[in-house]
């Protein structure tokens, strides 16, 4: 089975300041997902990487994907409080039988 | 923005009775799956869904489980004696084709007192 590990799992930070979420996983994958859920909420898609090199960014937050090192990090640029949430990274594609595997999640407390 | 919409939000039920969720998927969408997050707890894969049948299910999806398209728009997930153990959020999501992006619905939260 794919495993998929998060680090850190809580991650608590000063508005203003960058931090790197990183998500390993253990076996070749198509396409690597970033996903946000707030506490009682659904996952709210924010990334989809399809390609090793690839990078995407929303606001202040920039995703990439290393397929051969199987590394994919979410960079938190700036925190603001409003990026409270927790971030599940999840690996998929027709290379696993296109479901999803989720990683652990990142508890992450902007404080201001 | 199309959404999956999932029906009831919140359902308490006592141990060993059955529940049925409810899922209305986006229509264009082919694929249909259900997760299930524990509290506190990372998402987990319980089924895949397609042309009608089941096209991959995880060991969490035994015989108490089962799903079902009953007419063109509704998927449902039911569980047939529930245990406490079944207590989490349930999620249903659907895509337009494999490897697609998911989207995913609200959840069910699921209570087995």
């Known amino acids: 089975e794919l495993k998929v590990e998060q680090n850190p799992l809580f991650l608590s930070m000063q508005e203003g300041k960058n931090y790197t979420i990183y998500c390993n996983y253990s076996t070749t994958s198509d396409r690597l997902y970033w996903y946000r859920q707030d506490p009682g909420k659904s996952l709210e898609s924010l990334f989809v990487l399809l390609s090793n090199g690839a990078v995407k960014q929303e606001g202040r937050l920039m995703a990439s994907l290393d397929t051969k090192a199987r590394l994919s990090t979410l960079h938190i640029t700036a925190a603001v409080h409003d990026l409270s949430a927790t971030y599940f990274c999840?690996?998929?594609?027709?290379?696993?039988?296109?479901?999803?595997?989720f990683g652990t999640g990142t508890s992450l407390t902007v404080i201001p | 923005e199309p959404e999956v919409t999932q029906t009831p939000s919140h359902q308490v039920t006592q141990m060993g009775q059955e529940v049925i969720l409810r899922c209305v998927p986006i229509s264009n969408h082919l694929y249909f799956y259900w997760y299930r997050q524990i509290l506190g707890q990372k998402v987990e894969f319980l089924v895949s869904f397609y042309n009608n049948e089941i096209s991959e299910k995880s060991e969490i999806f035994d015989d108490q489980f089962s799903v079902e398209r009953p007419d063109g728009s509704n998927f449902t997930l039911k569980i047939r004696s529930t245990k406490l153990e079944d207590s989490a959020m349930y999620f249903c999501a659907s895509s337009e084709y494999p490897g697609s992006g998911y989207t995913f619905g609200s959840g069910t939260r699921l209570t087995v007192v």
């Open positions: 999840a690996v998929g594609g027709l290379a696993n039988g296109n479901q999803f595997y």
